[in-house]
């Protein structure tokens, strides 16, 4: 792992952007992101052990951008199974949702079935990454389990972190690793001692009311936490499922492989009926085709019907709405330059540009004529301009 770790510039503009929400239920204190129209039934994350509601920050920039609310959640301080169904239904009832989609990794794929078995009715459909359906290899591991409570922060944390295989690692795996190995840093010991308590108390999966499929299995062919016998087992309860093989991801697919992930949960949700609401995201124009219609507001990489016709990137330029503005993913030091010759391109495909980057662009047309055609320098040019126009150029050089 790297000596020191930097947020990634996309997690910095999430954290601006969208707030993060924090409210005692009973003795229970909830951390979540809630992001997204709320008119849409949600999809809610469960993380890992090691993972916390941040973990899930590129699935709540892409999915809320084509028009899917995402509520992402911390595992409270519950230290048995049932306590956790009876803490995540109250914590439903807080917040006013009544029908849910899971996707939950590893712990809380786990605690995702767990909760579809005992609420069948509030449970529309899963998403299944890295999970298991029952504790005895976990529990087997942790003979000392009984006194976990009691154990010192950092035993716990280096216990958490040795389940994570080691390196060599490609750049991608290794920058999730750093990433949740951070998150991993702002847990307290109460937080760790719960979440492995919940992996060793003896519990099981049962049947489960919900078709086959409605559920997708979404697994990584690289090693990683969970063994792969306890992920073949997971398959063989569900064989109707629908299956999402990543060639390589890691233990955390949904940073180190976001495209791949988003487009499988886009594709579960619009496959189980949830339909996206694109023409309530900030920056999307209304009544445009690829949004707020029954195919679930499906983006890039999605199938379409014949006919349809593809919408504008969801990861446009924002508009002024109630809700803050999620950017694109990478959130490198280009996106001005990048979003000028975007539009640039748009405008000349049948759309308008604002008359001061129009006149702009055709002086650096002009400008590319004089030198090449009439070998006159640049330099000479540009005496005769001012510098806000020079300026105007350099936007499209």
């Known amino acids: 792992m790297k000596g020191g770790f930097s947020a990634p510039g996309d997690y910095i503009y999430f954290k601006s952007q969208v707030p993060l929400h924090k409210i005692p239920i009973g003795t229970k204190q909830?951390?979540?992101?809630?992001?997204?129209?709320?008119?849409?039934?949600?999809?809610?994350?469960?993380?890992?052990?090691?993972?916390?509601?941040?973990?899930?920050?590129?699935?709540?920039?892409?999915?809320?951008?084509?028009?899917y609310r995402v509520i992402s959640v911390d595992i409270p301080r519950v230290w048995n199974n049932q306590e956790w169904v009876q803490a995540f239904e109250k914590f439903l009832d807080v917040?006013?949702?009544?029908?849910?989609?899971?996707?939950?990794?590893?712990?809380?794929?786990?605690?995702?079935?767990?909760?579809a078995q005992h609420r069948p009715r509030r449970v529309k459909s899963l998403v299944l990454s890295n999970a298991f359906l029952d504790t005895k290899y976990f529990s087997a591991a942790m003979p000392w389990a009984p006194v976990v409570s009691w154990t010192p922060s950092f035993l716990l944390k280096r216990?958490?972190?040795?389940?994570?295989?080691?390196?060599?690692h490609e750049p991608f795996i290794a920058d999730s690793v750093d990433f949740v190995v951070a998150q991993v840093e702002t847990l307290t010991r109460e937080d760790?001692?719960?979440?492995?308590?919940l992996t060793s108390d003896a519990a099981s999966v049962g049947p489960l009311l919900l078709s086959n499929s409605l559920i997708t299995i979404?697994?990584?062919?690289?090693?990683?936490?969970?063994?792969?016998?306890?992920?073949?087992?997971?398959?063989?309860?569900?064989?109707?499922?629908?299956?999402?093989?990543?060639?390589?991801?890691?233990?955390?697919?949904?940073?180190?492989?976001?495209?791949?992930?988003?487009?499988?949960?886009?594709?579960?949700?619009?496959?189980?009926g949830v339909e996206a609401r694109e023409d309530l995201v900030p920056g999307v124009p209304k009544g445009d085709d690829s949004g707020g219609n029954g195919d679930g507001g499906g983006g890039s990489g999605g199938p379409k019907d014949d006919g349809e016709e593809e919408g504008p990137s969801p990861d446009g330029p924002s508009g002024d709405v109630a809700q803050p503005v999620i950017g694109p993913e990478s959130n490198d030091s280009g996106?001005?330059?990048?979003?000028?010759v975007g539009g640039t391109t748009a405008a000349m495909s049948g759309g308008s540009l604002p008359p001061v980057i129009l006149e702009a662009y055709l002086k650096q047309l002009m400008v590319?004529?004089?030198?090449?055609?009439?070998?006159?320098?640049?330099?000479?040019?540009?005496?005769?301009?001012?510098?806000?126009?020079?300026?105007?150029?350099?936007l499209f050089v």
């Open 335 to 340: 996106d001005v330059d990048i979003q000028v």
């Open 368 to 394: 590319g004529c004089l030198v090449v055609y009439c070998r006159i320098p640049v330099s000479l040019l540009t005496l005769y301009m001012s510098d806000q126009d020079y300026s105007k150029i350099h």
């Open 95 to 115: 917040i006013d949702v009544h029908h849910i989609h899971l996707y939950g990794t590893s712990l809380g794929g786990f605690l995702a079935l767990l909760f």
């Open 192 to 197: 760790l001692a719960s979440r492995l308590t």
């Open 218 to 272: 979404m697994d990584t062919n690289d090693k990683g936490a969970t063994p792969r016998e306890l992920k073949d087992e997971v398959s063989e309860r569900f064989p109707e499922a629908r299956r999402a093989l990543i060639k390589s991801g890691g233990d955390f697919p949904f940073l180190s492989r976001p495209d791949e992930v988003n487009l499988h949960l886009n594709l579960h949700l619009r496959r189980v």
């Open 30 to 67: 909830w951390r979540y992101y809630d992001f997204g129209p709320k008119v849409v039934p949600p999809l809610i994350c469960l993380p890992g052990t090691a993972g916390t509601a941040d973990v899930y920050y590129k699935q709540i920039m892409a999915l809320s951008m084509k028009g």
């Open 159 to 168: 216990y958490v972190l040795t389940g994570i295989p080691n390196g060599p």
